[in-house]
């Protein structure tokens, strides 16, 4: 039985669970970054040895994960890292009232917001926050200038399990304002946060903490290394696969790191940090023994890799058939012998209470408004992407996007010179096949509205080497436009040869001293994922054309949309 009680702002959650062992043995379940995703998505795994067409994740089978771990063993917390939504047609249609209700359906003992709750503002969220009742951590979040939401934030929820007592501290990426759109909310520092809160549950007899995070995996290995007292962190935010790299390499799969990642702490204890990669395509578990003195004796666990029993491959003709007889079998097989992956099915209450939003987002989901000539492939900077596909020069997609929104204001009469915008601002590439209007909205699902920016040649330079600086969803990507990233260069240095293309297509060098017309996302225009520069330009206007339109127009003109002849981006790696 669990039972929540109110003490100040503090959520006091009180799980009754059977055992007397001296020794806390905790499982904790995680998933993290699962935006909205409530179906599944499809994916690719390496099985029998052949590629093959998967579908990964959806709440209906996280349920039913849940549900087993849950009925074989005693003591288990589930927890959400942040970044429930924002990424499917889910959260466009209905809001966040599913991904909301699905959280408490499915029990989940607390969550921390991460930065994309906050994507339409703080007063949008404080309502979207009134469909959960279980605790939402914030222990780094002030955000008294919106008491609504405020309510509804608490720094740490105390689990107890038949008398042992965890404490679990949230933490949202202090760089939020930069990523979303909070508003008045204010975000501090948060290892000072964190140092502040472990001592004060440790003042209140507290030994087990667990820092449950929404700051990415390398913020979190520093926390672990610098925060004394810290037992476990469970985190989020960089979508980072952990995991056996043997077991995901035989799936076709390539990690960031073991599972756990072991790092040690301030206080001289390994902490184990973990984190379940994206869009609830894994329910991740780690295994805790805690002494009496509250040490983490024992960690060990694995993510589980949610499969679907659906397979296909591409046949001789190159169009997906589903696989029947000896090959289904081989291929049920080769997911059975996996140590991290696992055929589950739905959970039925589940899948029966998401089927009637499914219906409300099924009519956008279904319109064909062209075709992808071949894969393109998203990746937000040049490299090697987790399915071991070489892009030196960066994402086939988004300079696609980019040159939908060139494209969207040439007509208008007041063209722009260039398009920038975030490699985080296009969230997955498109197989080849059709594209439809619901894909669109997928890939572009943050509502942002065209700017136009009147920049010097040297603040685009500017906005370039912040982009380059911070990599990861700040990378940028261009149109009309073209720029060679040198890694092996200073930080404010990297980016040279910075050139744009004039009405007849001829590349001219960019002038410091030229006002150039700059379409951007609304994001970038005020600021997010640190173009300050582009914040300070004076002259803007924001044409209200929507991001996921531009890119709707431009298929729908063209019908089949190509790989570009060029990225835009010469990417030179760090040595």
């Given at each position: 039985?669990?039972?929540i009680?109110?003490?100040?702002?503090?959520?006091?959650?009180?799980?009754?669970?059977?055992?007397?062992?001296?020794?806390?043995e905790l499982?904790?379940?995680?998933?993290?970054?699962?935006?909205?995703?409530?179906?599944?998505?499809g994916?690719?795994?390496?099985?029998?040895?052949?590629p093959?067409?998967?579908?990964?994740?959806?709440?209906?089978?996280?349920a039913?994960?849940?549900?087993?771990?849950r009925?074989?063993?005693?003591?288990v917390a589930l927890?959400?890292?942040?970044?429930?939504?924002?990424?499917?047609?889910y959260?466009?249609?209905?809001?966040?009232?599913?991904?909301?209700?699905?959280?408490?359906?499915?029990?989940f003992?607390a969550?921390?917001l991460?930065?994309?709750?906050?994507?339409?503002?703080?007063?949008?969220?404080?309502?979207?926050l009134?469909?959960?009742?279980?605790?939402?951590?914030g222990?780094?979040?002030?955000a008294?200038?919106v008491?609504?939401l405020?309510?509804r934030?608490?720094?740490y929820?105390?689990?107890?399990?038949?008398?042992?007592?965890?404490?679990v501290?949230?933490?949202t990426?202090s760089?939020t304002?930069?990523l979303s759109t909070?508003?008045?909310?204010?975000?501090?520092d948060?290892?000072?946060?964190?140092?502040?809160?472990?001592?004060?549950?440790?003042?209140?007899?507290?030994?087990?903490?667990?820092?449950?995070t929404?700051?990415g995996?390398?913020?979190?290995?520093?926390?672990?290394?610098?925060?004394?007292g810290?037992?476990l962190?469970?985190?989020?935010?960089?979508?980072?696969?952990?995991?056996?790299?043997?077991?995901?390499?035989?799936?076709g799969k390539?990690v960031?790191?073991?599972?756990?990642?072991?790092?040690?702490?301030?206080?001289?204890h390994?902490?184990?940090?973990?984190?379940?990669?994206?869009?609830?395509h894994?329910?991740?578990?780690?295994?805790v023994?805690?002494?009496?003195?509250?040490?983490?004796?024992?960690?060990?666990?694995?993510?589980?890799l949610?499969?679907?029993?659906?397979?296909?491959r591409?046949?001789?003709?190159?169009?997906?058939?589903?696989?029947?007889?000896?090959?289904?079998?081989?291929?049920?097989?080769?997911?059975?012998?996996?140590p991290v992956?696992?055929?589950?099915?739905?959970?039925?209450?589940?899948a029966?209470?998401i089927?009637?939003?499914?219906?409300?987002?099924?009519?956008?989901?279904r319109?064909?408004?062209?075709?992808?000539?071949a894969?393109?492939?998203?990746?937000?900077?040049p490299?090697?992407?987790?399915?071991?596909?070489?892009?030196?020069?960066?994402?086939?997609?988004?300079?696609?996007?980019?040159r939908?929104?060139?494209?969207?204001?040439?007509g208008?009469?007041?063209?722009?010179?260039?398009?920038?915008l975030?490699?985080?601002?296009?969230?997955h590439?498109l197989?080849?096949?059709?594209?439809?209007?619901?894909?669109a909205?997928t890939?572009?699902?943050?509502?942002?509205?065209?700017?136009v920016?009147?920049?010097?040649?040297?603040?685009?330079r500017q906005a370039?080497?912040?982009?380059?600086?911070?990599?990861d969803?700040?990378?940028?990507?261009?149109?009309?436009a073209?720029?060679?990233?040198?890694?092996t260069?200073?930080?404010?240095q990297?980016?040279?040869?910075?050139?744009?293309?004039?009405?007849d297509?001829?590349?001219?060098?960019?002038d410091?001293?030229?006002?150039?017309?700059?379409v951007?996302?609304?994001?970038?225009?005020?600021g997010?994922d640190?173009?300050?520069?582009?914040?300070?330009?004076?002259?803007r206007?924001?044409?209200g054309?929507?991001?996921?339109q531009?890119?709707?127009?431009?298929?729908?003109r063209?019908?089949?949309?190509?790989?570009?002849?060029s990225?835009?981006v010469?990417?030179?790696?760090?040595?």
């Amino acid at each position: 039985m669990r039972t929540i009680t109110h003490v100040g702002l503090i959520l006091l959650l009180v799980l009754a669970l059977a055992g007397t062992a001296p020794a806390l043995e905790l499982t904790v379940l995680h998933v993290n970054d699962s935006h909205s995703w409530l179906d599944g998505t499809g994916d690719t795994l390496t099985l029998d040895g052949q590629p093959t067409s998967v579908r990964l994740g959806g709440w209906s089978r996280l349920a039913r994960a849940v549900s087993d771990v849950r009925a074989a063993k005693g003591s288990v917390a589930l927890l959400h890292a942040g970044d429930a939504v924002q990424g499917d047609l889910y959260f466009m249609k209905f809001g966040g009232r599913p991904e909301m209700e699905l959280l408490d359906r499915l029990g989940f003992d607390a969550m921390t917001l991460g930065n994309h709750e906050f994507d339409r503002g703080s007063a949008f969220l404080a309502e979207m926050l009134e469909y959960a009742s279980l605790p939402m951590l914030g222990a780094n979040i002030d955000a008294s200038a919106v008491p609504q939401l405020a309510r509804r934030i608490t720094p740490y929820v105390l689990l107890e399990f038949d008398g042992d007592t965890v404490g679990v501290i949230g933490l949202t990426a202090s760089d939020t304002p930069a990523l979303s759109t909070p508003g008045p909310v204010r975000f501090s520092d948060e290892a000072a946060v964190a140092r502040q809160r472990v001592a004060e549950l440790e003042a209140r007899g507290v030994n087990k903490i667990i820092l449950l995070t929404h700051v990415g995996l390398a913020r979190d290995m520093e926390l672990a290394a610098t925060v004394p007292g810290v037992d476990l962190i469970v985190g989020g935010h960089s979508h980072s696969l952990l995991a056996d790299p043997a077991a995901m390499k035989a799936l076709g799969k390539t990690v960031d790191a073991d599972y756990p990642v072991m790092v040690r702490g301030a206080d001289g204890h390994d902490v184990p940090v973990v984190t379940a990669w994206k869009w609830s395509h894994v329910l991740g578990r780690i295994d805790v023994t805690f002494d009496d003195a509250g040490r983490v004796t024992a960690a060990q666990g694995s993510p589980l890799l949610l499969v679907a029993d659906e397979f296909s491959r591409k046949d001789g003709n190159g169009a997906r058939v589903p696989l029947t007889g000896a090959d289904r079998e081989a291929a049920l097989a080769a997911v059975a012998a996996s140590p991290v992956a696992a055929v589950v099915s739905e959970d039925t209450p589940t899948a029966a209470y998401i089927a009637p939003f499914n219906a409300g987002v099924a009519s956008m989901r279904r319109q064909v408004i062209g075709l992808a000539q071949a894969n393109l492939p998203h990746i937000r900077v040049p490299g090697t992407d987790e399915s071991g596909l070489n892009l030196p020069h960066g994402s086939l997609l988004a300079p696609l996007v980019a040159r939908s929104m060139l494209d969207r204001l040439a007509g208008t009469g007041s063209p722009a010179d260039m398009a920038l915008l975030n490699a985080g601002a296009v969230r997955h590439g498109l197989d080849q096949g059709d594209i439809t209007v619901g894909m669109a909205y997928t890939l572009i699902p943050f509502n942002n509205t065209l700017f136009v920016l009147e920049m010097t040649g040297g603040q685009i330079r500017q906005a370039l080497e912040t982009g380059v600086d911070r990599g990861d969803g700040a990378f940028p990507y261009v149109a009309g436009a073209r720029y060679v990233a040198d890694m092996t260069k200073r930080p404010g240095q990297r980016v040279r040869d910075v050139a744009v293309a004039g009405p007849d297509g001829v590349f001219a060098p960019l002038d410091p001293a030229r006002v150039y017309r700059v379409v951007t996302y609304s994001f970038l225009a005020n600021g997010g994922d640190g173009y300050t520069v582009m914040n300070e330009v004076a002259n803007r206007t924001d044409t209200g054309f929507m991001d996921a339109q531009a890119f709707i127009d431009l298929v729908t003109r063209v019908k089949t949309l190509a790989p570009p002849k060029s990225t835009g981006v010469t990417y030179i790696p760090a040595r």
